[in-house]
């Protein structure tokens, strides 16, 4: 039946949302999953005690995450009842870059958003001022508190990674200021500069969390900002690449959460056996759909099974 459900969706994507340009694409897909009930229905979920992960010390039903891009509470919501054993949201406040209405909105929303599972709330700023805002106003929400500071169409987000010791005082300020667990979200652009720098900064100021990351920038002339994410399976090798090396150099002192470029069962246990803790998309979700969740962890059960 998820073969079924998996290939009426890839006529759907290959037929229409593949076509649209991608702002259009992503406003019609999340219009149908704020009219459409998917999360009532069980097939897209698969609960199964073997694959519990604790990230953080936060128990999730499974190490599956839907990466960060949705700031609407209804469209989390919607996203946390299919399969995933985690998601990060609210997308990000306080910067030019981000389209999303601001603190004070999406405060109480979030307020009110019923946890279905574990929730991370993302954030990216500017200057200290914005992380501490927001952090402050936000972590209480969540369960863990993902520190951006890598999306490639906010220069000011972009460039923390030039600067590892302001950001090694960041993320200590932010441990200091948040009731939960940080992560910090890498650029896949900088991987020398983070296993040199970024990832020492992270662990001297206490975060034992990395999200191995963001999009890759590319610079696309046709955008106002001249500068893009490029995300999907033409990142991938680079995930791989960066979890492994990860890894190797910083052993069990990091928890690590690969991302970038995920879109099959095969990829995730790829990653899960290189050394990653959990494993986090968004393109995938779009161009595979929300039975990707469900066939990762049929595949992940049964990989387990046979342990
Ligand atoms: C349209 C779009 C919006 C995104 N918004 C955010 C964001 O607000 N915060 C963030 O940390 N990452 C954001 N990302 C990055 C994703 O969370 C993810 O790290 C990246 O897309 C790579 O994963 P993927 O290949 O599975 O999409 C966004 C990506 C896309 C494509």
Not at 164 to 173: F, I, Q, S, Y
Request: charged share 25%; aromatic share 6%.
């Amino acid at each position: 039946m998820t073969r079924v459900i998996a290939a009426l969706y890839r006529v759907l994507y290959d037929g229409v949302l593949g076509r649209l340009p991608e702002p259009r694409a992503i406003a019609f897909g999340q219009a149908v999953l704020r009219a459409l009930p998917f999360d009532r229905v069980p097939i897209f979920r698969r609960d199964d005690p073997r694959l519990e992960t604790v990230l953080g010390g936060v128990r999730l039903p499974n190490p599956i995450i839907l990466a960060a891009q949705y700031y609407d509470t209804a469209i989390l919501e919607r996203a946390m009842g299919l399969g995933f054993g985690t998601a990060a949201g609210p997308g990000l406040v306080n910067c030019n870059g981000f389209q999303n209405p601001g603190l004070e909105q999406i405060r109480p929303r979030l307020a009110a958003l019923r946890h279905r599972v574990p929730l991370i709330v993302s954030v990216a700023g500017e200057t200290v001022e914005d992380y501490l805002t927001l952090v402050t106003s936000l972590a209480p929400l969540g369960d863990l508190v993902e520190v951006n500071v890598s999306s490639p169409n906010t220069r000011l987000v972009y460039e923390w990674s030039s600067k590892p010791r302001e950001l090694r005082d960041v993320l200590e300020r932010l441990g200091h200021a948040s009731p939960r667990p940080l992560i910090v979200k890498l650029s896949p652009d900088f991987a020398e500069v983070n296993e040199r720098e970024i990832i020492p900064a992270a662990l001297e100021a206490g975060v034992r969390i990395v999200n191995y990351g963001n999009t890759r920038r590319i610079d696309e002339p046709r955008l106002s900002q001249r500068t893009g994410g490029l995300s999907g399976p033409e990142i991938f090798p680079a995930t791989l690449e960066n979890l492994r090396n990860t890894r190797k150099r910083f052993g069990p002192s990091l928890q690590l959460i690969a991302t970038g470029g995920v879109d099959t069962p095969d990829k995730v246990e790829t990653l899960l056996r290189e050394g990653a803790t959990a494993v986090s998309y968004f393109t995938g979700f779009i161009t595979r759909g929300p039975i990707l969740a469900r066939q990762i962890l049929d595949a992940l059960v049964a990989a387990r099974a046979q342990k």
